[in-house]
């Protein structure tokens, strides 16, 4: 179906200029940072920029300790290992500090979320997330601590940048005793009851990657309150030589370090946070102004969250849902007036050159993961091998995957340009 010459969308012209989900926004500043590391020298994985990026970005979310990392699935993936080796102990080298370990881990996520588990040989056990913030539900989570009472480790991600209910989320941790990772990734500058996410993990994470809400090209960091944590997290991303005159190890190393060309470009940004949140947050308004009238919503904030608006995302009534199928690979719909689907709206903003997103396709229902566990707040945990989640089942998870989308968030998207936006959507609708 090509919406450009579908009547419905008729007078519609296309984007001049690409309108992006989240794009890179540079001010000049980076520039200078890039340039001044080349200039001195410090082409390297030490120098002035990264210094001041660890510096900036624990005095601004409040930790004692960061450590600069390649990206965040890095900074995930020794968050992960640290507090797997401080709950088991040092494995056998060669294996995974969470070798045949449950791991509770947010289900409706990216999946650089999930994939340090397995690579130190845990087992991700996936908790459902909840309508009121799109994140883990602390109901399931409690249930999940019922059917599987040892486990020690949870991972949570705040998605889309609004916090996770963090105090029921730690109070059930704290309860069973267990320890908490908390992929910050895409929530720089958000705050749950006035304080900053990145704060609340035993060991806690940002991204720098090019989508989110300042960036680096790539890049992320390491956030901790312990600086033996930040010690062996510094050692193990610069392949663990030991303080020796030679090259000795007595760990397993790896090269995960930032790159200072790199911190260059988020110490560039850092300036700019907070007017890129402003910039997202009157996106969101504009959203929530221009679709009003559509049986929509947009992805909720909890009252005691501030987010930093990094996406806007839609979600669709269930009786505005147009006629659908969805495959693993494919899918297909019928338009209605009066009603549309994800796919549709999808399709016709990109005919006219607008980039959205699906929802992150939860954990429990990827390929990969069919063999993992998978708890809701009703209590039941099944596999999708198992044939779950049956018919009529409670996953909010899937729910959200099924009606919501995520619209063209770019803080340097034009109120014209997303009042065109609001215009295809509606005509999705007519
Ligand atoms: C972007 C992202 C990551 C990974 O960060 P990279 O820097 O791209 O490795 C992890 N978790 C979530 C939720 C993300 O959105």
Same mark, same amino acid.
């Given at each position: 179906?090509?919406?450009?010459?579908?009547?419905?969308?008729?007078?519609?012209?296309?984007?001049?200029?690409?309108?992006?989900?989240?794009?890179?926004?540079?001010?000049?500043?980076?520039?200078?940072?890039?340039?001044?590391? #080349? *200039?001195? !020298?410090?082409?390297?994985?030490?120098?002035?920029? +990264?210094?001041?990026?660890?510096?900036? #970005?624990?005095?601004?979310?409040?930790?004692?300790?960061?450590?600069?990392?390649?990206?965040?699935?890095?900074?995930?993936?020794?968050?992960?290992?640290?507090?797997?080796?401080?709950?088991? %102990?040092?494995?056998?080298?060669?294996?995974?500090?969470?070798?045949?370990?449950?791991?509770?881990?947010?289900?409706?996520?990216?999946?650089?979320?999930?994939?340090?588990?397995?690579?130190?040989? $845990?087992?991700?056990?996936?908790?459902?997330?909840?309508?009121?913030?799109?994140?883990?539900?602390?109901?399931?989570?409690?249930?999940?601590?019922?059917?599987?009472?040892?486990?020690? &480790?949870?991972? #949570?991600?705040?998605?889309? %940048?609004?916090?996770?209910?963090?105090?029921?989320?730690?109070?059930?941790?704290?309860?069973?005793?267990?320890?908490?990772?908390?992929?910050?990734?895409?929530?720089?500058?958000?705050?749950?009851?006035?304080?900053?996410?990145?704060?609340?993990?035993?060991?806690? #994470?940002?991204?720098?990657?090019? !989508?989110? +809400?300042?960036?680096?090209?790539?890049? $992320?960091?390491?956030?901790?309150?312990?600086?033996?944590?930040?010690?062996?997290?510094?050692?193990?991303?610069?392949?663990?030589?030991?303080?020796?005159?030679?090259?000795?190890?007595?760990?397993?190393?790896?090269?995960?370090?930032?790159?200072?060309?790199?911190?260059?470009?988020?110490?560039?940004? &850092?300036?700019?946070?907070?007017?890129?949140?402003?910039?997202?947050? =009157?996106? *969101?308004?504009?959203?929530?102004?221009?679709?009003?009238?559509?049986?929509?919503?947009?992805?909720?904030?909890?009252?005691?969250?501030?987010?930093?608006?990094?996406?806007?995302?839609?979600?669709?009534?269930?009786?505005?849902?147009?006629?659908?199928?969805? %495959?693993?690979?494919?899918?297909?719909?019928?338009?209605?007036?009066?009603?549309?689907?994800?796919?549709?709206?999808?399709?016709?903003?990109?005919?006219?050159? =607008?980039?959205?997103?699906?929802?992150?396709?939860?954990?429990?229902?990827?390929?990969?993961?069919?063999?993992?566990?998978?708890?809701?707040?009703?209590?039941?945990?099944?596999? =999708?091998?198992?044939?779950?989640? =049956?018919?009529?089942?409670?996953?909010?998870?899937?729910?959200?995957?099924?009606?919501?989308?995520?619209?063209?968030?770019? !803080?340097?998207?034009?109120?014209?340009?997303?009042?065109?936006?609001?215009?295809? +959507?509606?005509?999705?609708?007519?």
């Amino acid at each position: 179906m090509n919406y450009r010459n579908d009547p419905r969308f008729s007078g519609i012209e296309p984007f001049e200029r690409t309108c992006w989900l989240s794009s890179p926004t540079m001010h000049g500043k980076e520039q200078e940072w890039v340039d001044d590391a #080349i *200039r001195t !020298n410090w082409v390297s994985t030490v120098g002035a920029n +990264i210094d001041e990026v660890e510096k900036a #970005i624990a005095e601004k979310v409040g930790r004692k300790y960061s450590v600069g990392l390649a990206s965040g699935t890095a900074a995930l993936h020794l968050a992960i290992k640290f507090l797997g080796e401080k709950l088991y %102990g040092k494995p056998i080298v060669g294996h995974g500090s969470l070798e045949g370990k449950r791991v509770f881990c947010s289900d409706m996520t990216f999946e650089a979320t999930v994939n340090p588990i397995l690579y130190e040989g $845990g087992i991700p056990v996936f908790i459902d997330t909840e309508v009121e913030s799109w994140n883990m539900d602390p109901v399931a989570l409690e249930k999940a601590f019922e059917v599987f009472p040892d486990v020690k &480790l949870v991972v #949570i991600a705040h998605l889309y %940048g609004t916090p996770t209910k963090i105090d029921e989320i730690k109070a059930i941790c704290n309860e069973h005793g267990a320890l908490l990772v908390e992929d910050a990734a895409e929530s720089l500058g958000s705050t749950y009851n006035g304080i900053q996410t990145g704060t609340f993990g035993d060991a806690s #994470i940002i991204s720098f990657n090019g !989508n989110k +809400i300042i960036t680096g090209s790539s890049g $992320g960091i390491f956030l901790c309150d312990s600086e033996e944590e930040a010690k062996k997290i510094r050692k193990w991303s610069t392949q663990s030589r030991e303080d020796t005159p030679w090259y000795l190890h007595e760990e397993l190393g790896y090269n995960y370090r930032m790159s200072n060309i790199i911190a260059g470009v988020v110490r560039g940004q &850092l300036p700019y946070l907070e007017e890129h949140i402003a910039q997202k947050k =009157a996106i *969101r308004e504009r959203y929530a102004q221009g679709l009003a009238d559509l049986p929509v919503s947009l992805n909720p904030i909890p009252a005691n969250c501030v987010p930093n608006y990094w996406l806007t995302c839609l979600l669709i009534e269930d009786s505005a849902m147009a006629d659908f199928y969805r %495959g693993d690979r494919e899918e297909h719909w019928n338009s209605e007036s009066g009603k549309s689907c994800p796919g549709e709206i999808l399709s016709a903003l990109k005919a006219f050159g =607008a980039e959205g997103r699906p929802i992150w396709k939860p954990m429990h229902q990827q390929p990969i993961y069919k063999n993992h566990e998978f708890v809701t707040a009703d209590g039941k945990c099944t596999t =999708a091998k198992e044939g779950a989640p =049956a018919e009529g089942r409670l996953d909010v998870g899937a729910d959200i995957f099924r009606r919501g989308l995520c619209l063209p968030s770019d !803080n340097k998207m034009t109120a014209e340009q997303q009042d065109k936006v609001i215009e295809i +959507i509606h005509r999705c609708f007519a």
